[in-house]
T-cell receptor, first 114, second 113 residues
Framework: AQSVSQHNHHVILSEAASLELGCNYS??????LFWYVQYPGQHLQLLLK??????LVKGIKGFEAEFIKSKFSFNLRKPSVQWSDTAEYFC????????????FGAGTTVTVRA | DSGVTQTPKHLITATGQRVTLRCSPR?????VYWYQQSLDQGLQFLIQ???????AKGNILERFSAQQFPDLHSELNLSSLELGDSALYFC????????????FGSGTRLTVV
């Protein structure tokens, strides 16, 4: 079955530490890939997206992600986290060009300790 | 403010009841999507409407239905509510730019008691 997997359920780290969140998908064919962030009590906001071209994409707030087609992966990274990065992070895939529905991973809760 | 408006923000109701959640898309967006976010299921796509017509259907229960009106706002109707329907229901909208232009609303938190 088609799915989106996020490997880490909860990540706890200190400020200035580096962050990497894993995301794998099982869809064949062309996909559009996204990372969304949900701060406590807020709606989902787009961090970054990959449609085509350079597999290393840069998003807002210093985040970047790398698309590795051979590994069906789209991992999210940030070299140095801040306390304000505490949030839930969702990987999402759009695998159908006829509709724009997104399939989400289960999410990773990131807690950054000051 | 994302431009996608959902009402109400919170809703508490009893089992067996019926509720209606409302979503107004961002100005100019023709597509509306409904998602359910619960602790055990995560974020699940329910249904998509495009310019008044159903375009895609996900894991939506038969007790749930939706529609999109001529002014493009959408309503999600949940009936015969069960405790397990307690969740955060998000609406998102997009234009013809597709997923590139996806914008989420702040959600309606439904609690069934």
């Amino acid at each position: 079955a088609q799915s989106v997997s996020q490997h880490n359920h909860h990540v706890i780290l200190s400020e200035a530490a580096s962050l990497e969140l894993g995301c794998n998908y099982s869809y064949g064919g062309t996909v559009n890939l996204f990372w969304y962030v949900q701060y406590p009590g807020q709606h989902l906001q787009l961090l970054l997206k990959y449609f085509s071209g350079d597999p290393l994409v840069k998003g807002i707030k210093g985040f970047e992600a790398e698309f590795i087609k051979s590994k069906f992966s789209f991992n999210l990274r940030k070299p140095s986290v801040q306390w304000s990065d505490t949030a839930e992070y969702f990987c999402a895939v759009n695998a159908n060009s006829n509709d724009y529905k997104l399939s989400f991973g289960a999410g990773t809760t990131v807690t950054v300790r000051a | 403010d994302s431009g996608v408006t959902q009402t109400p923000k919170h809703l508490i109701t009893a089992t067996g009841q019926r509720v209606t959640l409302r979503c107004s898309p961002r100005s100019g967006d023709l597509s509306v999507y409904w998602y359910q976010q619960s602790l055990d299921q995560g974020l699940q796509f329910l249904i998509q409407y495009y310019n008044g017509e159903e375009r895609a259907k996900g894991n939506i229960l038969e007790r749930f239905s939706a529609q999109q009106f001529p002014d493009l706002h959408s309503e999600l109707n949940l009936s015969s509510l069960e405790l397990g329907d307690s969740a955060l229901y998000f609406c998102a909208s997009s234009g013809d730019r597709g997923p590139d232009g996806y914008t989420f609303g702040s959600g309606t938190r439904l609690t069934v008691v």
